[in-house]
């Protein structure tokens, strides 16, 4: 069964580093592409980044740049996501998520996972 567990969050002070991770299990892991989504209390989810199969590309929301890095690594079954210089505007449950479609993963992915949060103070 394809499953999706995130894992690394937590409560960090603005300025802060946390990295997330995601590990998949099920055969679709080292074939698709892989992405997270964050969600803030009372706000539509957002998508955060995204990256290929392979790993040769990778994606970002104008937000993150330059702040975050997506990486994965198929032989772990896990993707990772470093955060770095963190804002209050981070704090968000974030979601790791899964597509055959790199494009498809960044609007509207079809396997979600249960989520892990992320509180950044000021």
């Known amino acids: 069964q394809e499953r999706l567990v995130e894992s690394g969050g937590g409560l960090v002070q603005a300025g802060g580093s946390l990295r997330l991770s995601c590990t998949a299990s099920?055969?679709?892991?080292?074939?698709?592409?892989m992405g997270w989504f964050r969600q803030a209390p009372g706000k539509e989810r957002e998508f955060v980044a995204a990256?290929?199969?392979?790993?040769?590309?990778?994606y970002y929301a104008d937000s993150v740049k330059g702040r975050f890095t997506i990486s994965r690594d198929n032989a772990k079954n896990s993707v990772y996501l470093q955060m770095s210089s963190l804002k209050p505007e981070d704090t968000a449950v974030y979601y790791c998520?899964?597509?055959?479609?790199?494009?498809?993963?960044?609007?509207?992915?079809?396997?979600w996972g249960q989520g892990t949060q992320v509180t950044v103070s000021s």
């Open positions: 998520n899964a597509d055959p479609d790199i494009t498809t993963v960044q609007s509207s992915p079809y396997y």
């Open positions: 099920g055969r679709f892991f080292s074939s698709f592409a």
């Open positions: 990256i290929s199969w392979s790993g040769g590309s990778t």
